[in-house]
């Protein structure tokens, strides 16, 4: 059974961090890509990073780089985004998504992930 769970959003100030996580299970990771999507409401579904993860490659969204940094632990088969300095905007439910076919060359197309997690919600508030 394929799985993907997200954790570690909430409410956080403006500058302040969090790291969301990618916990996945039922398929063979290291043959796999993860990407990160955020939707604000009203908003479509944005891809704001990717990871390939048999070899580390990573993509970032202009509206994050600098500010995220995508990783992954091959060892617990999960995948992490940093999100540092974050911003009002910044505030949605983030999904974590994995796409065995494209390797993050669209990674900001949700038609090309094969199997998504529930999201998880960040906040950005004061």
């Known amino acids: 059974q394929v799985q993907l769970v997200e954790s570690g959003g909430g409410l956080v100030q403006p500058g302040g961090s969090l790291r969301l996580s990618c916990a996945t299970s039922?398929?063979?990771?290291?043959?796999?890509?993860i990407g990160w999507f955020r939707q604000a409401p009203g908003k479509e579904r944005e891809g704001v990073s990717c990871?390939?993860?048999?070899?580390?490659?990573?993509h970032y969204a202009d509206s994050v780089k600098g500010r995220f940094t995508i990783s992954r632990d091959s060892a617990k088969n999960t995948v992490y985004l940093q999100m540092n300095s974050l911003k009002p905007e910044d505030t949605a439910v983030y999904y974590c998504?994995?796409?065995?076919?494209?390797?993050?060359?669209?990674?900001?197309?949700?038609?090309?992930?094969?199997?998504w997690g529930q999201g998880t919600q960040v906040t950005v508030s004061s």
């Open positions: 039922g398929f063979p990771l290291n043959y796999y890509a």
């Open positions: 998504a994995a796409d065995g076919l494209f390797y993050c060359s669209h990674y900001r197309s949700p038609g090309s992930y094969d199997y």
């Open positions: 990871i390939v993860i048999s070899d580390g490659r990573t």
